[in-house]
């Protein structure tokens, strides 16, 4: 399901992600390789109408992995050793946006941001969201919020690991 979806399906994740890529924009992207080997990337992610959205560089390693397999992760940047924040994860699938008023969406999103927009011609991907989790370390333990479409929110509270 689109960004728009996930987010009213799942607001309390849909909500968490949506700050977290209000206040960095940078996120890792895992896609595969041809050969099936598993590449990350950084990149930057902005939310326009209902749509999250990546520009790529024309006919880039990693937009190219994402034209011939459009299966995803995206994780959020970590703030540290400690990483307070927690850890996001978003998983679904990139969809080639070739339709010109979704590129403008996109481009003037950019815009307003960076005063800057991406110069034709670009890769330009929204993400179909299919499952999305969270996990953040506090005190003796970690709360974990799972999601998955067409199977709801979970949230939990687990004991810290055992050291090994």
């Given at each position: 399901?689109r960004?728009?979806?996930?987010?009213?399906?799942?607001?309390?994740?849909?909500?968490?992600?949506?700050?977290m890529?209000?206040?960095?924009?940078?996120?890792?992207?895992?896609?595969?390789?041809?050969?099936?080997?598993?590449?990350?990337?950084?990149?930057?992610?902005?939310?326009?109408?209902?749509?999250?959205?990546?520009?790529?560089?024309?006919?880039?390693?990693?937009?190219?992995d994402?034209?011939r397999?459009?299966?995803?992760t995206?994780?959020?940047?970590?703030?540290?050793?400690?990483?307070?924040?927690?850890?996001?994860?978003?998983?679904?699938?990139?969809?080639?946006?070739?339709d010109?008023?979704?590129?403008?969406?996109?481009?003037?999103?950019?815009f307003?941001?960076?005063?800057?927009?991406?110069?034709?011609?670009?890769?330009?991907?929204?993400?179909?969201?299919?499952?999305?989790?969270?996990?953040?370390?506090?005190?003796?333990?970690?709360?974990?919020?799972?999601?998955?479409?067409?199977?709801?929110?979970?949230?939990?509270?687990?004991?810290?690991?055992?050291?090994?």
């Amino acid at each position: 399901m689109r960004w728009g979806q996930f987010v009213a399906d799942c607001p309390e994740l849909g909500g968490l992600a949506g700050e977290m890529i209000a206040d960095r924009h940078i996120v890792l992207l895992g896609s595969l390789r041809a050969d099936g080997s598993p590449r990350i990337s950084a990149l930057e992610c902005d939310v326009a109408g209902d749509d999250l959205y990546t520009g790529m560089i024309w006919q880039s390693v990693k937009a190219l992995d994402l034209v011939r397999d459009d299966r995803i992760t995206l994780h959020s940047l970590p703030a540290g050793l400690s990483n307070p924040a927690g850890d996001l994860k978003l998983y679904g699938r990139a969809v080639d946006v070739r339709d010109p008023a979704g590129r403008e969406a996109y481009g003037e999103v950019i815009f307003a941001r960076l005063e800057w927009r991406p110069d034709e011609p670009y890769h330009c991907f929204a993400y179909d969201i299919t499952a999305a989790g969270f996990v953040r370390f506090e005190g003796d333990g970690r709360d974990v919020w799972t999601w998955r479409e067409g199977r709801g929110f979970r949230r939990d509270r687990l004991p810290e690991l055992s050291p090994r």
